[in-house]
């Protein structure tokens, strides 16, 4: 059974950080390009960082450039965004994703609110 469970999610300040992982299981992980998504309330669900399967190269959204580091361990099945300088507008429930040719999958999601 295919599952991505990510967790670190809570209420944060602004300008505070706060690290999301997503731990994976039920199918080979290592050979998945690994993202988080976000999608604020009313708001389509936005691309915010990748990790490809083989060299570890990572791709971000231009919002979230040097502020946000997706990482990945291949051997605890693991995914990782440190999170830094958090804004408010950046209140969103942040998602795991997992994409190998036609295989796609989805965590259930973790809330991250950015508030004084």
């Known amino acids: 059974q295919v599952q991505l469970v990510e967790s670190g999610g809570g209420l944060v300040q602004p300008g505070g950080s706060l690290r999301l992982s997503c731990i994976a299981s039920?199918?080979?992980?290592?050979?998945?390009?690994m993202s988080w998504y976000r999608q604020a309330p009313g708001k389509g669900r936005e691309l915010v960082a990748t990790?490809?399967?083989?060299?570890?190269?990572?791709n971000y959204a231009d919002s979230v450039k040097d502020r946000l580091t997706i990482s990945r361990d291949n051997a605890k099945n693991t995914v990782y965004l440190q999170m830094n300088s958090l804004k408010p507008e950046e209140t969103a429930v942040y998602y795991c994703?997992?994409?190998?040719?036609?295989?796609?999958?989805w965590g259930q999601g973790t809330q991250v609110t950015v508030a004084s």
């Open positions: 039920g199918f080979t992980f290592r050979s998945y390009a």
């Open positions: 994703n997992a994409v190998f040719l036609s295989y796609n999958y």
């Open positions: 990790i490809n399967s083989t060299s570890g190269s990572a």
